[in-house]
């Protein structure tokens, strides 16, 4: 073997063994080295992979944690990839100085600007009340019926906003919303009544009128009168009765709500 030949071998075996050095047994400094000598990167854990477990690494080496026992593999790639390394010295310097209190924090966070987003439709804005105030009805009149309004509350909200936010009650709501011409069950109905109660109420009255009543006491009233009149088109007087009471119990309080409905209602006619 010529002096060449055992150099290029005593040099393979060398990068051999500082390729298979196990980061958790030998100094940093070696580690370093070896990846300058060989410039071998880690093939056991994926820049991508390694990344996505930068942040548990680093929350466990600032708490004093033994991360090369617990993080081998990340340990490993980091002492070998220049660029996951830089990642996350960074990560860990924002750690150290957060950890020490010393993160600067703004007075005030400047609010969103979401003027870009288009104005939410009257269906959309009426929703979540809609269903508080049915939910209340349903916990009087049929509690069975809870879990149906939570089944069938989706399909509602869609085939009323495809009709244009109107639910003409001159048919059976199932049948006015295309569910099909079987008896409407009082999840149904609760639901129905409580969504076009709300929608007649906004569109008689503006949101001047509505704050008017509402610090005169007079909205309960209101509220209440209206629906027991969409109630009993589709539901019995006792049951229309009821209806009209928990409605306007629960919806009297929404004072905020109802401005915003009908100041939508508006802009949408």
Known sequence: MTDHEKNDFGWQRLKNRLIGLNPTTVPDELLHLARAVTGVHDQTVTCEECRAQLLFYVDAEVGGLAVGQLYPQVKRHLDLCADCGAEYLEMLELALVEDAGELPVPEALPAPDLSFLPPLSFV???????IRVTEKVLEILAPDMLEELTIIGDTFFARVEELGGRLSLRQPPSVALGLGAEE??????????????????????????????????????????????????????????????????RAQDEVSTWLSLAEGLRRDG
């Open 184 to 249: 409407a069950s009082m999840a149904l109905l609760s639901l129905a009544a409580s969504y076009e109660t709300t929608r007649r109420i906004a569109e008689t009255f503006s949101a001047q009128e509505i704050q008017a009543q509402a610090d005169q006491r007079y909205l309960v009233y209101v509220l209440a009168q209206m629906a027991e009149e969409v109630a009993q088109e589709m539901m019995s007087r006792r049951e229309a009765r009821v209806f009209a009471q928990i409605y306007a119990q």
């Open 124 to 130: 959309e804005l009426a929703r979540e009340m809609v």
